[in-house]
């Protein structure tokens, strides 16, 4: 499929060549140009011979010259360049197939994609790759690349993703770390499945391929109240949870020990859920698992305190904060850490109960605006309203059930302001500076 180009940046190397709106980009140095992957590798040179087609079918060559790894200048009609890749399996815990009727179309699309991975560091499963992108992968070198591993055993990932590929995984990992390509994987842990032995075996083989696996977090299954006709699984509480941390952190020791790296690493929400004391900042090493929530709390912390030296003034208009009930005591600990004015301009630190997807659901990131505004409504909220970024999505404007920062914000009578998830960020946005 040609990719079709809809935008040429003024000035560029592009416009230069007299590359035009509503041409289609075909080869760059004799090179099919099938998506985003193949555009960006192989427009780096400062010499290209490009083949494009004209809107009237016609091919023409144009050549190019420019500062190596310069970028062209082109748009195209979609991020990808392509379609992206839909997902193949029937996991026993995916999440999408716990979401309610109703919600905007695209929270029900299922992604699998590997250039996503590579791209916007989204985990895929590998299991719609075909060989012709498993051999792109390891000619182009495209890594890191992020995996969501579940079990080394092949039965037992079978069972889980529910799909008859899914026991190709570790074998299609080794072919990735023979050649060089770094791998950061996340196992989602399910209770009485891979949890326990099963656990124990696929950190054993994932370490077997470090350093090419450089990193693999383990979290706790996400389950909502939306389950009728699924598999039946089981959340985790404080006792399994502690028995998960425990064999991931001593398996971690011997890692480090070892290895000079953890790799293993549990989410901030096991800790929660055993009702353990955080790791220590340095334990977190690079926070390379950040994104899954591994350590996120941590650096808050961290970033909080080396930020507090810079604010010189202590005094602040009244505000609240609200955020899930996992996050609220540690939120409620920062803010009685600061200076006396701004401590006191907080009229309240809100843990909003997840009432849309079940109370086992207790993370800022799927909070609805419904359960927002129902919970805060006439309360005393200051003259502002601070919320974690994760809460809204399409821009950073609207919720997960299509409730909009300006419809929160006139229910509640006060500003409803998104916060980035930084320590920093928040003291900003606290202290106005």
């Known amino acids: 499929m040609a990719a079709q180009i809809t935008a040429v940046e003024p000035g560029s190397p592009a416009e230069r060549a007299g590359i035009r709106?509503?041409?289609?980009?075909?080869?760059?140095?004799?090179?099919?140009?099938?998506?985003?992957?193949?555009?960006?590798?192989?427009?780096y040179d400062a010499r290209l011979s490009l083949i494009l087609q004209t809107?009237?079918?016609k091919r023409r060559k144009v050549r190019i010259r420019k500062g190596a790894g310069e970028p062209l200048g082109l748009s195209f009609e979609t991020y990808l360049m392509d379609r992206i890749n839909s997902c193949s399996n029937h996991c026993l815990f995916c999440f999408v197939d716990q979401l309610p009727p109703g919600l905007r179309e695209s929270l029900y699309f299922k992604d699998d994609d590997a250039r996503l991975s590579f791209l916007?560091?989204?985990?895929?499963?590998?299991?719609?790759?075909?060989?012709?992108?498993?051999?792109?992968?390891?000619?182009?070198?495209?890594?890191?690349?992020?995996?969501?591993?579940?079990?080394?055993d092949p039965g037992l990932r079978c069972k889980l993703l529910g799909n008859r590929r899914a026991g190709e995984c570790?074998?299609?990992?080794?072919?990735?770390?023979?050649?060089?390509?770094?791998?950061?994987?996340?196992?989602?842990?399910?209770?009485?499945?891979?949890?326990?032995?099963?656990?124990?075996?696929?950190?054993?083989?994932?370490?077997?391929?470090?350093?090419?696996?450089?990193?693999?977090?383990v979290v706790p299954v996400g389950l909502?109240?939306?389950?009728?006709?699924?598999?039946?699984?089981?959340?985790?509480?404080?006792?399994?949870?502690?028995?998960?941390?425990?064999?991931?952190?001593?398996?971690?020791?011997?890692?480090?020990?070892?290895?000079?790296?953890?790799?293993f690493f549990c989410s901030d929400e096991f800790y929660l859920k055993a009702e353990r004391a955080l790791p220590p900042y340095e334990a977190y090493e690079e926070f390379p698992q950040l994104e899954n929530g591994v350590g996120m709390l941590r650096l808050m912390e961290g970033e909080l305190q080396s930020a507090l030296p810079d604010f010189s003034g202590d005094t602040a208009r009244p505000f609240s904060v609200a955020t899930g009930l996992a996050a609220r005591p540690w939120l409620r600990q920062w803010i009685d850490s600061m200076p006396q004015g701004l401590r006191e301009a907080c009229r309240g630190v809100y843990g909003i109960e997840n009432r849309f997807f079940g109370d086992t659901v207790d993370v800022a990131g799927l909070i609805t605006g419904g359960d927002l505004m129902d919970q805060l409504e006439g309360r005393d909220l200051g003259e502002r309203?601070?919320?974690?970024?994760?809460?809204?999505?399409?821009?950073?404007?609207?919720?997960?059930?299509?409730?909009?920062?300006?419809?929160?914000?006139?229910?509640?009578?006060?500003?409803?302001?998104?916060?980035?998830?930084?320590?920093?960020?928040?003291?900003?946005?606290?202290?106005e500076e």
């Not at 099919?32 to 992957?37: N, Q, T």
């Not at 990992?173 to 842990?189: D, K, N």
């Not at 919720?399 to 300006?406: E, G, P, Q, R």
């Open 385 to 431: 309203l601070l919320i974690p970024a994760v809460m809204v999505r399409l821009g950073g404007d609207m919720f997960l059930d299509d409730v909009t920062l300006a419809q929160a914000s006139e229910r509640l009578g006060v500003p409803v302001i998104p916060v980035e998830s930084d320590g920093y960020a928040l003291l900003c946005a606290i202290a």
């Open 120 to 152: 916007t560091s989204s985990y895929i499963t590998m299991t719609n790759l075909t060989e012709r992108e498993i051999r792109r992968i390891l000619d182009l070198k495209i890594s890191p690349l992020y995996i969501s591993v579940h079990a080394s």
């Open 21 to 43: 709106v509503g041409e289609s980009l075909l080869e760059v140095d004799g090179n099919p140009i099938a998506d985003v992957l193949d555009y960006e590798y192989f427009t």
């Open 170 to 217: 570790m074998d299609l990992m080794g072919r990735f770390a023979r050649q060089g390509i770094t791998m950061h994987c996340q196992i989602v842990s399910c209770r009485g499945l891979n949890d326990g032995e099963a656990l124990q075996e696929t950190m054993e083989a994932l370490r077997a391929l470090h350093p090419a696996v450089a990193s693999v977090s």
């Open 224 to 263: 909502t109240k939306h389950r009728q006709g699924l598999y039946p699984l089981e959340p985790y509480d404080r006792s399994s949870a502690e028995t998960v941390v425990d064999r991931v952190e001593a398996y971690a020791a011997r890692c480090l020990a070892e290895c000079g790296s953890r790799i």
């Open 55 to 57: 809107a009237e079918g």
